[in-house]
């Protein structure tokens, strides 16, 4: 499969950032004053460690937002850096940019707010300006993760491998509803190309 090469950027997950502007490319784009704080009545997960959920996680839900729109193969990459924040890269394929469609990808760099023993983190992909990232539900095993972003509008379900068995994904789900969230809206994400290799640290 060919690859095109581009270093066009888009939004994942992990954070509402508004009032955007320009483009809409995450890597490109200022807001303000986006929430950090996990939204009422999420409780990010505790006892939480930063070295085993370093890696790549697959994008296996999504609430709808226009950044990521019609996005598939979607992965983000996670890696602890030596100042203690960590170095997020986000990569997804669009289907309608061209015969060929086109890979995009976003770096950005996320920080916990408080003890990162509690997994909620602020996530920047622009200067100083940050937006919320919360692990509300967490596999004992780190092998799926539930996302909330500043409000229950944005939420993602994460896992180490491009499917989930139906009790696991079941399971999931009643824990997202059980958190307010609308689990009518989620977008189950295609996971059917190869992963292009992942860009060095810049």
């Not at 095109?4 to 320009?22: E, I, M, N, Q």
């Not at 409780?43 to 598939?72: C, K, N, Q």
């Not at 890979?103 to 707010?113: D, P, Y």
């Not at 990232?133 to 972003?149: C, I, K, Q, S």
Request: hydrophobic fraction near 40%; glycine fraction near 10%.
């Amino acid at each position: 499969m060919r690859h095109a090469k581009s270093d066009r950027r888009f939004s994942h997950p992990l954070w509402r950032v508004a009032p955007w502007l320009g483009l809409g490319l995450l890597g490109l784009t200022l807001y303000g004053c986006a929430a950090t704080t996990p939204p009422k009545g999420v409780t990010p997960v505790g006892s939480f460690d930063v070295h085993r959920y370093e890696g790549r996680w697959f994008e296996i839900a999504r609430l709808d937002h226009r950044f990521e729109r019609g996005m598939t193969d979607v992965t983000a990459n996670y890696a602890l850096q030596d100042d203690g924040s960590v170095r997020v890269v986000n990569r997804g394929f669009d289907p309608a940019k061209g015969a060929q469609g086109d890979w995009r990808s976003a770096q950005g760099r996320a920080l916990f707010t408080g003890d990162p023993s509690v997994a909620s983190l602020k996530v920047s992909f622009f200067g100083p300006f940050y937006g919320g990232y919360h692990v509300a539900a967490l596999d004992p095993e780190y092998r799926w993760a539930l996302v909330v972003g500043p409000d229950r509008g944005y939420a993602w379900i994460l896992a180490r491998d491009k499917t989930l068995s139906p009790d696991t994904r079941d399971d999931i789900l009643r824990r997202a509803e059980a958190l307010g969230l609308d689990t009518n809206a989620f977008i189950w994400v295609s996971q059917e190309r190869a992963q292009p290799p992942l860009e060095p640290a810049s």
